[in-house]
T-cell receptor
Framework: DTGVSQNPRHKITKRGQNVTFRCDPISEHNRLYWYRQTLGQGPEFLTYFQNEAQLEKSRLLSDRFSAERPKGSFSTLEIQRTEQGDSAMYLC????????????FGPGTRLTVT | SQQGEEDPQALSIQEGENATMNCSYKTSINNLQWYRQNSGRGLVHLILIRSNEREKHSGRLRVTLDTSKKSSSLLITASRAADTASYFCATDASFYDYKLSFGAGTTVTVRA
């Protein structure tokens, strides 16, 4: 158990709907990361936060995607106007201590857009 | 785009045998990490090796890193059925670039 939880674990939505995922790292995780993983591939970086500041966003993160980390605790990832191509596993990871570089992943949220 | 590339893509071995998989990457790195993922689940961190290290051990795992060849290997000794999973290498590019770039993974099947 990495201490990182994600909700919901599964989400099925219709194309065009908005969805929001939540990630709860443990309190010591000052850096928090979001990745997306499609079938048969490794995870791809989306964005990361250091405390509440969003410091980097991948070009994969189109303007339909937004992420927040209010007060540097939990984080949310919202996808607006979902498309079938958004179907994937969305993974959140926390870094346990400053400078460790190790990332500990939550169980992921599997999104299916129909 | 993915930085790392694992080889082989798939590996099937008998319980008790050793499993070796390789990872090659394209640009210089700060650290290289190996992760395990059971089907449909999140990633489990296995080991991190820094760019100035050549070999690291953790239980039945042995990782080597050759920065001159831009490659790493993961050896799992005395494999067990529970080792059946996909294994990914992941790199971070520099001291201040924390995001991980993953390969497509090696799928390992351990037969009883």
């Amino acid at each position: 158990d990495t201490g990182v939880s994600q909700n919901p674990r599964h989400k099925i939505t219709k194309r065009g709907q908005n969805v929001t995922f939540r990630c709860d790292p443990i309190s010591e995780h000052n850096r928090l990361y979001w990745y997306r993983q499609t079938l048969g591939q490794g995870p791809e970086f989306l964005t990361y936060f250091q405390n509440e500041a969003q410091l980097e966003k991948s070009r994969l993160l189109s303007d339909r995607f937004s992420a927040e980390r209010p007060k540097g605790s939990f984080s949310t990832l919202e996808i607006q106007r979902t498309e079938q191509g958004d179907s994937a596993m969305y993974l959140c990871a926390g870094e346990p201590s400053e400078g460790s570089y190790e990332q500990y992943f939550g169980p992921g949220t599997r999104l299916t857009v129909t | 785009s993915q930085q790392g590339e694992e080889d082989p893509q798939a590996l099937s071995i008998q319980e008790g045998e050793n499993a070796t998989m390789n990872c090659s990457y394209k640009t210089s790195i700060n650290n290289l990490q190996w992760y395990r993922q059971n089907s449909g689940r999140g990633l489990v961190h296995l080991i991190l090796i820094r760019s100035n290290e050549r070999e690291k051990h953790s239980g039945r795992l042995r990782v080597t890193l050759d920065t001159s060849k831009k490659s790493s290997s993961l050896l799992i000794t005395a494999s067990r059925a529970a080792d059946t999973a996909s294994y990914f290498c992941a790199t971070d590019a520099s001291f201040y670039d924390y995001k991980l770039s993953f390969g497509a993974g090696t799928t390992v099947t351990v037969r009883a």
